[in-house]
Each structure stands twice: as C-alpha cells, then as structure tokens.
T-cell receptor, first 116, second 111 residues
Framework: SAVISQKPSRDICQRGTSLTIQCQVD?????MFWYRQQPGQSLTLIAT?????????ESGFVIDKFPISRPNLTFSTLTVSNMSPEDSSIYLC?????????????FGDGTRLSIL | GQQVMQIPQYQHVQEGEDFTTYCNSS?????IQWYKQRPGGHPVFLIQ?????EVKKQKRLTFQFGEAKKNSSLHITATQTTDVGTYFC???????????FGGGTRVLVKP
C-alpha cells in the first residue's frame, strides 16, 4: 500500500509563530484532507486541499489562519498561523486513492503540536 | 448540520468478553465507515458498509448497517488486548467525499 509521510511528527512552538506541516504521498491521490484532533477528541475536518486551486474550508476554519497548498497530486502543506495555546492539537492529513464517493481515507501519522 | 454520535464514549472490557459499540446519524447515510485508532497512532480504515441491513465480519469483529441506514454497530467477541484503541464511525457529508466522524468509543481491556 502507498506511504503517507507527514512532517514534522511533533513540534513545540512559541505563541505568535507559524508552523508549516507537510504531507507527501508516494503515489497520486484524488483527494487530500486536513484534520485536527484535540487530545482525547474526535477528528474535525479543517479543509479539503484542492490541487492547483484554493482549499475548501469547513465552517469555523479560515484561510488566514490555516493556509493550505496543494501544488500537485502527491503533496500538500498546512500552515498553522499566529499560533496560540488553543492550537495545541494533533494535525492529520488524509488521502483517498480512488475516485468516486465513499472511498476510504488513509491517514498520515499526524503532527503533534504544542504551543507554549 | 449532520451529526454522528457514538455510544458508549468509553468501554472497559474484561479480556475474553464481548461488547458492542453503536453509531447513530442524524441523517440517512449512503455508506458508513469504521476506523480504529490505537493509542498514539493514527486512524486506520477497517471497513465500509453500503447496503441497508448489511453485515460484514472481520475475524472477531462484526459490523452492521441499520435497515434505515442511519445507524451502525460494531460487535467484538472475545476481546483481546490488541483490541485496545478508539473506534470511530464516519459517514459522508451531504455532498462530496468529506466525512463526519463520530465521537469515538475508547476501548480499554482489563487482562
């Protein structure tokens, strides 16, 4: 099966700074998503990363705070901007390998982010 | 908006016993997916159910999709320590490939 690499795996950051998380897949994928998972909680979809165009954000998430890029079919980045302690969370990318509705999603290992 | 709820939130199980976790959606689903997340790990896809009343088995795990396609269950028999983790159900949002995840059932196994 394909490999989904997410970097960094963890980081500790100062408030007010920004961090960019990378998600690299070793094969082309149709869909890429970014999720947030706060400690002990479920997964909340931040946005769908669209190849060559602006990401589609879910309610409560905005581009200025979470800019996303997807320059090609195998790579995406999520930036967490102007971080505050409330942004401490696990950030996960996920991908779908096939087209059509209802395909399973496959997740990267996640980025554990702590804001001081 | 669409809500997906899971009960119980926590399940403490004696090793060897059976248990069931339930998933309920506020809307009818075209399909439902189940994922398992081990402690410190990432969610891993287990199975997808599509048909009304569908039942699928994976070794000791039995998944069922309700007749009305608004609920689902996961039954684990003879629980083992390897079953520890959080089990999430997820249903598609109204349009597209996006998923709404339930709150998860965190399973702890007592040896």
């Amino acid at each position: 099966s394909a490999v989904i690499s997410q970097k960094p795996s963890r980081d500790i950051c100062q408030r007010g700074t920004s961090l960019t998380i990378q998600c690299q897949v070793d094969s082309q994928v149709t869909m890429m998503f970014w999720y947030r998972q706060q400690p002990g909680q479920s997964l909340t979809l931040i946005a769908t990363a669209n190849q060559g165009s602006e990401a589609t954000y879910e309610s409560g998430f905005v581009i200025d705070k979470f800019p996303i890029s997807r320059p090609n079919l195998t790579f995406s980045t999520l930036t967490v901007s102007n971080m505050s302690p409330e942004d401490s969370s696990i950030y996960l990318c996920s991908v779908e390998f096939a087209g059509g509705i209802g395909q399973p999603q496959h997740f990267g290992d996640g980025t554990r982010l702590s804001i001081l | 908006g669409q809500q997906v709820m899971q009960i119980p939130q926590y399940q403490h199980v004696q090793e060897g016993e059976d248990f069931t976790t339930y998933c309920n959606s506020s809307t009818t689903l075209s399909n439902i997916q189940w994922y398992k997340q081990r402690p410190g790990g990432h969610p891993v896809f287990l199975i997808q159910l599509v048909k009304s009343g569908e039942v699928k088995k994976q070794k000791r795990l039995t998944f069922q999709f309700g007749e009305a396609k608004k609920n689902s269950s996961l039954h684990i028999t003879a629980t083992q320590t390897t079953d520890v983790g959080t089990y999430f159900c997820a249903g598609p949002k109204a349009a597209g490939n996006k998923l709404t995840f339930g709150g998860g059932t965190r399973v702890l196994v007592k040896p």
